[in-house]
T-cell receptor
Framework: NAGVTQTPKFRILKIGQSMTLQCAQD?????MYWYRQDPGMGLKLIYY???????DKGEVPNGYNVSRSTTEDFPLRLELAAPSQTSVYFC?????????????????FGPGTRLTVT | TQLLEQSPQFLSIQEGENLTVYCNSS?????LQWYRQEPGEGPVLLVT???GGEVKKLKRLTFQFGDARKDSSLHITAAQPGDTGLYLC???????????WGAGTKLIIKP
């Protein structure tokens, strides 16, 4: 299994340009997530999906869009890039794992996409 | 203010020393996860703690969940350069168990 894959690894965009960050997982996970990580700020959830055809906003969704047409793929779209979107973007996936009535959802991460908007 | 406060933000020590990093909150959680992130990579799960007072060991790493399930600590014994990385704690948030993250402790172990 390749796990979670992301493309591209690096990208430089000009202000106002658009792009799609690709994410795919081959673990048959139901849940998928997009995060951004800024220096010293930890990870912030942008969007997530609990299954094909279902998406929901996270903590910082403005300026982004997602779709989930298949279990495997969860692309993130930036329509009008702004300098504030300069960050490292991580895609992750997980599945429910029950134990003694409690649920522990380990997340598996891709290697990230480093995006710079100038 | 962040839901999860991690301290210290940065720690640089010599190989062989012991260290403890903390993850604190005023909220109660059903479980808490610790991840390690190496430069240029995504976070990788180290452990999940579930029960108040629980202690879990992973080789030289010891994780403890506070009795009241509001805080957690990670203790590393005889740190090695391979322990270098960003240590992140995270908790699950309803309704779909998405994770909320602390800002992390950046750990550097010098040979």
């Amino acid at each position: 299994n390749a796990g979670v894959t992301q493309t591209p690894k690096f990208r430089i965009l000009k202000i106002g340009q658009s792009m799609t960050l690709q994410c795919a997982q081959d673990m048959n996970h139901n849940y998928m997530y997009w995060y951004r990580q800024d220096p010293g700020m930890g990870l912030k959830l942008i969007y997530y999906s609990v299954g094909a055809g279902i998406t929901d906003k996270g903590e910082v969704p403005n300026g982004y869009n997602v779709s989930r047409s298949t279990t495997e793929d969860f692309p993130l779209r930036l329509e009008l890039a702004a300098p504030s979107q300069t960050s490292v973007y991580f895609c992750a996936s997980s599945f429910p794992r029950g134990r003694s009535g409690l649920h522990s959802y380990e997340q598996y991460f891709g290697p990230g996409t480093r995006l710079t908007v100038t | 203010t962040q839901l999860l406060e991690q301290s210290p933000q940065f720690l640089s020590i010599q190989e062989g020393e012991n260290l403890t990093v903390y993850c604190n909150s005023s909220s109660v959680f059903s479980s808490l996860q610790w991840y390690r992130q190496e430069p240029g990579e995504g976070p990788v799960l180290l452990v999940t703690v579930v029960t108040g007072g629980e202690v879990k060991k992973l080789k030289r790493l010891t994780f403890q969940f506070g009795d009241a399930r509001k805080d957690s600590s990670l203790h590393i014994t005889a740190a090695q350069p391979g322990d270098t990385g960003l240590y992140l704690c995270a908790v699950q948030s309803p309704p779909h168990y998405q994770l909320i993250w602390g800002a992390g402790t950046k750990l550097i172990i010098k040979p």
